[in-house]
């Protein structure tokens, strides 16, 4: 079918309380393994596309071959814009047939991040597309973010409120506890139900979870005994997941679940096989892989079976 608004997708899943991945892609494999996972689950899903990537693939081959393989599938399907940076960058990413960005002021003062966030908004909504916004500020590395933990704050849920009736936004990304990659805290990472509730409880706009990935033990213990290095790795756990999709969480973004399963199986490979230079026989093993994270984060969300 023909691509959707990422809102369209979100406020369904705010209103039936489940979650939808937004899954970050980079290229043909990625996309593949989300988009059959989602097929087959009968989940609807938000392909994410950050400005990294989009250098690395080129904006149109990228969100054109997402677009017609979206119109294959059964599901609905968004192409967003992970992180933009500027009006600019929202733009062109309309212009290539996104359905839906995120402008992240979120490092800006309260008042700069509003006027962006609203220009934005006008200019999407004039276009037929949706906008994620965020407000307060997560921990962790993401493109052309870089927090440290002493400077990642929470989000206030009054300003949340205030937030969301100045822009007009159609989702917003809270800060509560998760950090962007592999290493979200100690043991089982704290997240801040409390808090999610609270915003919830002030709007009815569908709430996204950035840092969302599980960074899931087998999968580190594997990335280790093929040779990869990673410290002491810790993700979302799943009952945290789930929990948040109960009262308004309903966009949940994953990216280094993906990463390291694509990583793990190419290592995996050729440790096994070092004459192997098919690259045809390299990589299904990895879609393989990046089809069994994300049919498990479906399933965790409640997004199998919606669509
Ligand atoms: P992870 O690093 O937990 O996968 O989060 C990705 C993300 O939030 C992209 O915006």
């Known amino acids: 079918m023909p691509l959707v608004t990422g809102g369209a997708i979100l406020s369904a899943a705010r209103a039936g309380k ?9 290229n043909l494999e990625f996309t593949q393994a989300i988009l059959e996972t989602a097929e087959k689950l009968r989940s609807p899903v938000i392909l994410q596309i950050s400005e990294g990537a989009r250098k690395y693939a080129g904006t149109e081959n990228l969100a054109h071959l997402i677009a017609d393989m979206a119109s294959r599938v059964t599901v609905p399907v968004a192409i967003h814009q992970d992180h933009g940076s500027s009006l600019e960058i929202c733009k062109s990413a309309i212009a290539a047939g996104f359905t839906s960005v995120m402008i992240d002021a979120s490092h800006d003062p309260f008042e700069e991040n509003v006027r962006i966030t609203k220009e934005v908004v006008e200019y999407a909504h004039a276009h037929g597309v949706t906008v994620e916004a965020e407000l307060g500020r997560l921990g962790g590395i993401e493109e052309h973010v870089n927090v440290s933990a002493e400077d990642a704050f929470l989000t206030d849920p009054e300003e949340a409120a205030r937030f969301i009736e100045l822009t007009g936004v159609d989702y917003l990304a809270i800060a509560i506890g998760t950090s962007h990659g592999a290493y979200k805290g100690k043991g089982r990472p704290f997240i801040d ?15 996204v979870m950035h840092g969302a990935s599980g960074v899931p033990q087998w999968l580190t213990d594997r990335f280790k005994a093929s040779g990869g290095e990673i410290g002491e790795a810790a993700g979302i756990h799943d009952d945290d997941l789930k929990r948040s999709t109960q009262y308004g969480i309903a966009k949940v973004n994953i990216d280094t679940d993906l990463r390291l399963a694509f990583t793990t199986a190419v290592r995996e490979v050729l440790l096994k096989n070092p004459a192997e230079f098919d690259p045809r026989k390299i990589l299904t093993p990895a879609k393989e892989m990046m089809k069994e994270i994300s049919a498990h984060r479906m399933q965790v969300l409640g997004s199998a079976g919606q669509a």
């Open 193 to 207: 139900h409390a808090r999610i509730e609270k915003i919830a409880a002030l709007t009815p706009i569908p709430l």
């Open 18 to 26: 489940y979650g939808v991945g937004a899954f970050n892609t980079n």
